[in-house]
Nanobody, 127 residues
Framework: QVQLAESGGGLVQAGGSLRLSCAPS????????MGWFRQAPGKEREFVAA????????YYADSVKGRFTVSRDNARNTVSLQMNSLKPEDTAVYYC????????????????????WGQGTQVTVSS
C-alpha cells in the first residue's frame, strides 16, 4: 500500500510563491507516474501537473503553465510542485497522486487514472 503525504501549503499573497512536496511511503515509487490535482470549494477537482516515472516528461494544465513546475527526485522519494506568480484563483486543496503506470497511459489529466491520493494540503492566495 502506498501512502502519500503532502506538505508545504499555506497562506501567501498574490504574486508570491509556494513549494509543495509529496513523500510517498510504503513502496518505492520510482516506477510510478506522479501528479497534482486541486479542488476549490464548490468546484470540481482539477488537474494541475504530472510527471512521468523517469522525470523526462512533464504535463501541465493551461491555467498553470509557465508558473508551476513539477519535479521528482527518485533517490529521495519525493515529488515537488513549485508554484510561482500565484493568483487568488489558485486557492484550493492540493492533492498529490500516484499511478502504478509510469506513463498513466498518456491520460495525465484524468483523475481516475491515478491509484493513490494524499490527504491534501491547503493553499490560500490572498489578493
Amino acid at each position: 500500500q502506498v501512502q502519500l503525504a503532502e506538505s508545504g501549503g499555506g497562506l501567501v499573497q498574490a504574486g508570491g510563491s509556494l513549494r509543495l512536496s509529496c513523500a510517498p511511503s510504503g513502496r518505492t515509487f520510482r516506477q510510478y507516474g506522479m501528479g497534482w490535482f486541486r479542488q476549490a470549494p464548490g468546484k470540481e477537482r482539477e488537474f494541475v501537473a504530472a510527471i512521468r516515472w523517469s522525470g523526462g516528461f512533464t504535463y501541465y494544465a493551461d491555467s498553470v503553465k509557465g508558473r508551476f513546475t513539477v519535479s521528482r527526485d527518485n533517490a529521495r522519494n519525493t515529488v515537488s510542485l513549485q508554484m510561482n506568480s500565484l493568483k487568488p484563483e489558485d486557492t484550493a486543496v492540493y492533492y498529490c497522486v500516484a499511478s502504478t503506470s509510469g506513463t498513466v497511459g498518456g491520460a495525465w489529466d484524468r483523475w481516475d487514472r491515478y491509484d493513490y491520493w494524499g490527504q491534501g494540503t491547503q493553499v490560500t492566495v490572498s489578493s
